[in-house]
Every structure is written in structure tokens, then in C-alpha cells.
């Protein structure tokens, strides 16, 4: 059960491969990426380990998608891009910024994430399990992203709380030291069954203002996306438009060889008029006689707003033998979040009702690494860390008459506020043993220990429920990781590895009969894979199979006057494989594929689960397959096409032998893009989303706010799109 219902209980009770190519929003598996920073042809460098290296030397299965590419396929949140990334599941709510990420089946059942989610050195996103941080991801727009890495299994040794699925980690563009250039971009776009047109538009200026030394960048971007949702109860069309935009300022000052300072400050906001949410009947029937299936019937409008603040500083001195580098960031998420709760709430006194949920959330971090310079014989790295968290999660019902006045004599209805708090220090090591050129072994320990409180108020003044309470926690943890790797000559290696995450407890609801607090649930992860490169690098090939022990689960259950708290009950295994293949046998041209099988299931009855269970919103079987072609037209122009098959199995909405639970059936879509770019300043490009224009469901549940319907998620409809690029 979610947070989201928790609260609402508390207010009143192919099976084929897929290729991942650049011009098709490609994520990579150690295949060439343009996007990337390039060692040597054919490598591509990740900082997965915290130090820059081959995407194939790193025992941990990792992609990677490329800025480029995400703009190229003309995506604009993660769900546009989560199918080409084996084993990653992006369940959005409607909005962008409203997204639920899981990583090998590890879903969030509990109210925090699973998936760490990193801008570039700094974590971002609350760990404490009052802020409802699985529901909100941060959807960056692409055009000062260099590249995501995905990284999956557990995480916990280097990149510490909420990372017991994987990790998702945002690279932006740096300042280049010696080039000015200046890049824009003007976008137009159509979605179907929407009546207004969309259109985007960006740029972006890097100025060094001493050459070799130092360096500034800044970029702005906004997207305009036209609803397509139609409202059959007030007669409204096209609901649903949404308003992303950001913009980032970047410093870069390398006074000498050996030492760098970089700041940085980002800015992102999410607009949307309403939620991008369809109702069905019960068994996917329309919602009406007659509706379509892009139809909702909310009485009330849905607002949601999202604006993230993020600042980094980060200085770095090489004195040979290592490097000491310090990273310090602050981020600010403020959200609102409006639901029609009309047909639960204003049945009692036969209006309507709204019910609006702000949060606000602060986040400090710090840390401190000392890193070992590269080696053949023995690499190491030390670091410390510490958060500062300072939360507010606070929400209102309020009573409206039929025509959307205040009820005096019921308004408001219920209120509840929860301020948090959330404080972290972890020590932690990693360090790799080269015995020789053919066999390494990899292997960290993370100490850290966690401090919580809380104040909780629930007020619900018609039943005379009155409760103020106060809760703190404390708790230290320990996570560990080790990995063996095998080099079968330069480009090939066997790797085996077991590693350890997990995601905070903390204070439990202040009400009579709950426990005082919940403790941490963990994950133990152990994995064997396979990264290959044949054919002088033409084929690459990787490939993984894994098997994830989940303890203490936080699951939802009743304690007292149907209210709803956290308790550790149960434990759950995921199992399965991903692989992918690339494919490049002349020079232009590329074709592959990926795959991943997930296989998630509770392993112990509790009363939210049966053993054999199959846990919620995970796909049995995902994969992908695309195609690129780049060539040349005439002597100063060339050309690229490209195309991509996405595919996401069938799901459930809650776990196996829930009342609850519905069956979300699977769905393919077809993308494809093409441009020409003219002298290397001028690019032309267009692209077309969900060509067939696929009738996709991203996620679908009961109705908590709409009894008798099932909420869907709609894949957005076929987006045909043109734009035009500059730079120089």
C-alpha cells in the first residue's frame, strides 16, 4: 500500500533483444556512446565507482542513455526512455516529476524510494519515510544532461540510504575551458487526440573567460505539452497540459593541473493543469457509454506543481597519490498536489471536496572523499558523508456545496500535518585488489546511522479525533560489497558479485497502538555477469543474472480506529537476467537489442502478503530493439534515421492476492527519428513517439478517489514532432 493511501486512511480511515542506438534515445551497455566522455575508441567512461572508467571493466551491470539522445527521440521525462534500460520500471502518476522508479522488481511498497536518484556528486530526494519521496522523481529536462547511468543492484556501500534496487544518476554538461560556443534549439509537436499544438525551445552559452582556466555555462529550457484528456463530466478538452522548464548556471576555475573548484546551480519546475489520468470500469470498460478512452470525469480540477532548486559546490586537489575532493550541495522541493476527493469525502455532507497536499522538503549533504590515484596492483578510496534533512508533509480536506463554496460547518474537514526531520553520517571504503591482469576483486563497507523525528496533528473534528504526538529514532547500519572479476583478454569479463542496501526505518505514526518506530528494510543482492567485446569491438555483448533477498519489508497495516501505521513484516525475492547485444558492422550503421526478466515475489505470509505473491508493477518481460543508420548527403551535409521498438510485459496493480489487485496488460510502441544536419551548425530533425498510436497503460489501480473505476496512466498518445537545431 503507498503512502498516498496511508495518509488518505489516516485522514479518515519480442521477447526479443533490443538495440539501443544513438539516434533512437539509446541506453547503452558499454557500446560506443558520442554522448559520453571517450577514452579510446570504443570505450565508454562512467563514474559508477566514484572514479571515471570503462563501462566494461566495472563489475556492476550499468547503462547508459545519452542528453543527445534523449532529445534527439524528442522525450522529455523518464518514462519516454525507462524501456530501453533493461530491468528499470518508471511508473509515472500522471505528471512528470510524479514518478515511481523500481529497479530489478524491487518496487517501493513502503513509503520511500528504492532507487537512489544522484545529480551528479550529490544525492537528491528525501530518505525519511514521512515525504512520500517513491512517488516524486526528478524529470530533467534533456538538454544539459551528458548522460544517465543506471545502475542496478543495490547500491548501498557507496551511494548509502533508499539505493536497495539501483541507482539513477543525472551527469550534466561541464564548462569547456577553451571553446566558446552557443547552442538552440526550436521544437513544434502534435499529440494525438489533443486539439492544440506543443513546442519547446532551448539554449545554451559556454564562455571561457580565461582560456585553460576558467569557464561558465548556462542553459534554459521549456516545453509546452498540449492535453488530450477529455473531461465527459464538466465538457472540458484536453486537460491535461503540462509546462516543464529549467535552467542551470555552471562554473569551472582549474587555476593549475591539480586542482579544480566547480559550482553549479539548477532550476526546475513542473506546471500541470491536471493530472494525466483516464478512468476505466472495472474490467477496462469505458468509464461512459460512449466515452473514449482518453476520458476522466473529475468534478474538480487536479492541479499539480513541482519547483526544485538544486546548488553544488564541489573543489578537488590531485597531490598524485590520490585525489581529496569535497562536495557540498543544497536542494529545495516544494510540491502541490490537488485530488478531487469529492465522491469519498463529500458524500457526507452531499458536496464536494478537495484535498491538497503540499511538501516541502530542505536537504543538505557533504562529503569527503580521498581517492586513490589509478593503478595496475591496488586502488582504494575513503570517504565521509552526512544529510541534513528538514521535511513538512502537511494536508487539508476541504468541504465545498455542489457549487464549490466553503462549507463553513465541515471546512476543513481533516487536517493533518507531519514535520521531519532527517540527519545521516556514514563513513565508508572501497578498494580494488589487481592480483594479477586476469583476476581482480572489488570490495567496499559503509557504516552509517541514521536520526529522525517527527511531529504528527490529525484532526478530524466530525468523528472528535484531536491528536498531537511526537516520535525520534535512531538506528545504525552496515552495508558491505565484494566482487570478484575474471579478464578473459582485453575486452572480455567473467564478474560475480554480492552487495548489500537499504531504505531507513524510522518514527512511527504517534497514535495509540502503533510501535514506536519501524526499522530499515535490507536487500541482498548476488549477481554473476558477463561484458564482452568481439569482432575488434563490433559486437558487444552483456549480460547478467541475479537473485535479491528483501527483509523487514515495511508494509501498511490497522492498528487502531482503521487507521493505518508501519510495521516490518515479511520478506520477498527477485530473480531474473538482462542482457543486450549491439551490433556494429560497418561504419554508420548499428542494430541490437536488450532484454530483462524479473521474477519478484513475497517469500513469507503476512497480512498484506502470501508467499508465492507476485509483486506489484514489476513486468515478467521487458525488452527493446532499434536501428540506426548516419551516412553522409553531398559533400557537407549528413544524415541519420533511426528506429525503435519498445516493449513493456504485463503487470499487477497490487500484489497477487489483494482485493485490490487488477491486471495491467503490456504494451509495444513503435518510434522512430530522423535529421540531417547541414555544415555542422544546422540541424534539421524530426520524430514520431508511439507511431501506431498504441493504447498503453503505464500503471492502472482501484480508484481510492473514484470508487467503482480503475485510475490509468495512459501512454501518451502517438507525438509526431519537428525542430531545429544550432550550433556553433
Not at 95 to 108: C, E, N
Not at 542 to 571: H, K, P, R
Not at 577 to 598: K, R
Amino acid at each position: 500500500m503507498t503512502h498516498l493511501k496511508n495518509r488518505t486512511s489516516l485522514l479518515i480511515t519480442a521477447a526479443a533483444v533490443a538495440l539501443l542506438a544513438p539516434v533512437a534515445a539509446r541506453a547503452q551497455d558499454g557500446a560506443d556512446a558520442p554522448q559520453a566522455p571517450v577514452a579510446s575508441e570504443g570505450e565508454v567512461v562512467v563514474t559508477a565507482q566514484k572514479r571515471e572508467e570503462n563501462i566494461q571493466d566495472v563489475p556492476i551491470s550499468i547503462s547508459v542513455v545519452g542528453g543527445p539522445q534523449m532529445q534527439q527521440s524528442g522525450g522529455s521525462q523518464l518514462t519516454d526512455y525507462a524501456a530501453y534500460v533493461p530491468g528499470l520500471q518508471v511508473d509515472n502518476n500522471g505528471s512528470p516529476g510524479r514518478s515511481t522508479l523500481s529497479l530489478r522488481g524491487v518496487a517501493p511498497i513502503g513509503p520511500s524510494a528504492t532507487v537512489g536518484v544522484y545529480l551528479d556528486d550529490a544525492p537528491i530526494g528525501s530518505s525519511g519515510i514521512y515525504n512520500r519521496a517513491q512517488s516524486f522523481s526528478l524529470d530533467l529536462l534533456p538538454y544539459d544532461i551528458e548522460r544517465l547511468e543506471v545502475l542496478r543492484g543495490p547500491q548501498g556501500t557507496l551511494y548509502g540510504a533508499s539505493s536497495i534496487g539501483g541507482l539513477l544518476k543525472y551527469v550534466t554538461v561541464q564548462p569547456d575551458l577553451q571553446r566558446l560556443s552557443v547552442r538552440a534549439s526550436g521544437e513544434a509537436f502534435t499529440v494525438a487526440h489533443g486539439d492544440d499544438m506543443g513546442w519547446a525551445a532551448s539554449a545554451m552559452v559556454n564562455i571561457p573567460i580565461v582560456s585553460d582556466t576558467l569557464a561558465v555555462s548556462g542553459s534554459y529550457s521549456r516545453r509546452e505539452t498540449p492535453g488530450y484528456i477529455d473531461n465527459i463530466l464538466t465538457g472540458e478538452k484536453d486537460v491535461n497540459d503540462a509546462v516543464q522548464q529549467g535552467g542551470r548556471v555552471a562554473l569551472l576555475w582549474r587555476p593549475d593541473t591539480n586542482l579544480t573548484v566547480k559550482l553549479s546551480g539548477l532550476w526546475q519546475s513542473v506546471d500541470s493543469d491536471n493530472f494525466g489520468i483516464v478512468y476505466e470500469g472495472m474490467n477496462n470498460t469505458p468509464l461512459a457509454p460512449g466515452a473514449a478512452f482518453l476520458s476522466t470525469n473529475a468534478q474538480l480540477a487536479e492541479p499539480f506543481t513541482s519547483d526544485f532548486q538544486f546548488y553544488s559546490g564541489t573543489i578537488a586537489y590531485d597531490f598524485g597519490f590520490a585525489e581529496l575532493s569535497s562536495t557540498t550541495s543544497y536542494s529545495e522541493l516544494k510540491i502541490l498536489e490537488t485530488s478531487d476527493a469529492s465522491r469519498v469525502y463529500g458524500v457526507i455532507w452531499g458536496g464536494l471536496a478537495i484535498y491538497p497536499a503540499n511538501l516541502h522538503q530542505k536537504k543538505w549533504t557533504e562529503e569527503v572523499r580521498l581517492t586513490s590515484a589509478s593503478s595496475d596492483r591496488f586502488e582504494w578510496m575513503l570517504g565521509f558523508f552526512y544529510t541534513d534533512e528538514d521535511n513538512s508533509h502537511d494536508q487539508v480536506v476541504r468541504a465545498l456545496d455542489a457549487s464549490g463554496a466553503i462549507l463553513p460547518a465541515f471546512d476543513p474537514f481533516a487536517i493533518v500535518a507531519l514535520p521531519n526531520t532527517y540527519k545521516e553520517y556514514a563513513v565508508f571504503g572501497n578498494a580494488t585488489w589487481k592480483f594479477s591482469d586476469a583476476f581482480h576483486v572489488t570490495g567496499g563497507l559503509r557504516w552509517a546511522r541514521n536520526d529522525q523525528t517527527f511531529t504528527q496533528l490529525t484532526q478530524i473534528p466530525l468523528i472528535g479525533l484531536d491528536t498531537n504526538g511526537d516520535g525520534s529514532s535512531s538506528e545504525e547500519i552496515v552495508t558491505w560489497s565484494v566482487s570478484p572479476q575474471l579478464f578473459l583478454g582485453q575486452d572480455t569479463m567473467l564478474y560475480a558479485r554480492a552487495a548489500t542496501g537499504y531504505r531507513p526505518g524510522g518514527p512511527n505514526i504517534a497514535l495509540p497502538g502503533f510501535p514506536a518506530t519501524v526499522d530499515s528494510e535490507t536487500v541482498t543482492s548476488y549477481e554473476v555477469g558477463l561484458k564482452a567485446q568481439l569482432l575488434d569491438r563490433a559486437v558487444t555483448f552483456n549480460a547478467a543474472a541475479f537473485l535479491l533477498d528483501w527483509n523487514d519489508l515495511q508494509t501498511s497495516e490497522a492498528f487502531a480506529n482503521g487507521i493505518n501505521g508501519l510495521v516490518n513484516a515479511g520478506t520477498a525475492r527477485s530473480k531474473g537476467f538482462e542482457a543486450s547485444l549491439l551490433l556494429q558492422p560497418i561504419a554508420g550503421f548499428s542494430v541490437g537489442g536488450n532484454i530483462a526478466y524479473t521474477d519478484a515475489r513475497c517469500t513469507e505470509t503476512t497480512a498484506n502478503c502470501t508467499d508465492g505473491d507476485r509483486l506489484p508493477n514489476v513486468p515478467e518481460l521487458a525488452a527493446a530493439m532499434t536501428a540506426d543508420y548516419s551516412f553522409a548527403v553531398g559533400n557537407s551535409a549528413k544524415a541519420h534515421v533511426g528506429g525503435a521498438v519498445r516493449i513493456v510485459g504485463d503487470r499487477i496493480s497490487a500484489v497477487e492476492s489483494s482485493p485490490l489487485n487488477v491486471p495491467v496488460d503490456g504494451y509495444a510502441t513503435l518510434d522512430l527519428n530522423a535529421s540531417v544536419t547541414f555544415g555542422e551548425k544546422w540541424t534539421l530533425r524530426a520524430y514520431a513517439r508511439n507511431l501506431t498510436d498504441e493504447r498503453g497503460r503505464i500503471t492502472s489501480n482501484v480508484a481510492t478517489v473514484n470508487p467503482g473505476f480503475l485510475s490509468t496512466v495512459p501512454l501518451q498518445p502517438r507525438t509526431l514532432g519537428v525542430a531545429l537545431d544550432l550550433a556553433f
